[in-house]
């Protein structure tokens, strides 16, 4: 399963690179542990809580909350990494 949306960032990258995301329209929250690359790894470690970013996620696990970012676009500057 692979989801594709603008989501809000509740608290910014921890010290394992563990990003938590909210999307607002259904107040979802996304537990993102892993990314597809660096660029996509380092774009998400400068994101603030509050900001808002398009993401593509992908499941990282099976049977747990957690996500794998395969695609990081602040939507703010509109630059994808």
Request: zero cysteines; aromatic letters at 6%.
């Amino acid at each position: 399963m692979e989801t594709n949306a603008t989501f809000r960032v509740l608290a910014e990258q921890n010290n394992h690179g563990a990003l938590t995301v909210e999307h607002p329209n259904d107040n979802a929250t996304f537990h993102v542990v892993s990314y597809a690359n660096e660029g996509v790894k380092r774009a998400a470690q400068s994101l603030q809580p509050g900001s808002t970013v398009e993401m593509t996620l992908s499941r990282a696990g099976v049977r747990s909350n957690v996500w794998q970012a395969e695609s990081v676009t602040r939507t703010e500057t509109d630059t994808t990494f």
